[in-house]
């Protein structure tokens, strides 16, 4: 609903989800005015694969779902495929943090300097700390007073 607010007609909204996730998140994100434009594949190799029990897989990618405000996009062409250098997880801010080196990869992909980043799931602020070092601005949120004071320290704000 934020993303429908507040972008500008043609603007991305991309949501990284687990696979196990995704019929529940395609729900969610079944919002007036979002139209879904394609998924992103967004790779970890190396050892942080994330291991999926119930499925009995590991998994070396994430999908980054792509949605637009409005029914198209207008931008430059962008390649499908994102990547975090060899063993680049980092969970050291958050229990869910991910690596500097891949959301630089998106920031690069989808974003120009000057433009804003919203984080509505900020953690530990990895986006916002790789979006102002690539001279974006940044708007963090998160419902958890500690990961917003961890944040706050790491991007220097």
Request: hydrophobic fraction near 40%.
């Amino acid at each position: 609903e934020v993303a429908v607010r507040v972008l500008k007609p043609g603007g991305s909204l991309l949501v990284m989800s687990g696979q196990s996730h995704l019929p529940e998140v395609f729900t969610a994100l079944q919002i007036t005015g979002l139209c879904y434009h394609w998924t992103v594949a967004y790779l970890t190799p190396g050892g942080q694969a994330c291991q999926i029990w119930a499925r009995r897989v590991n998994t070396f990618w994430k999908p980054v779902l792509w949605f637009v405000k409005g029914s198209s996009y207008d931008g430059d062409w962008i390649g499908d495929v994102a990547r975090s250098k060899p063993n680049d997880n980092d969970k050291s801010f958050h229990e869910w943090g991910q690596s500097e080196s891949g959301i630089s990869d998106l920031l690069e992909r989808f974003t120009c300097p000057g433009q804003t980043i919203l984080d509505p799931f900020l953690g530990g602020g990895t986006t916002g700390f790789v979006a102002v070092k690539m001279g974006r601005r940044f708007i963090g949120i998160d419902s958890d007073a500690e990961a917003l004071n961890t944040a706050r320290a790491r991007i220097g704000t």
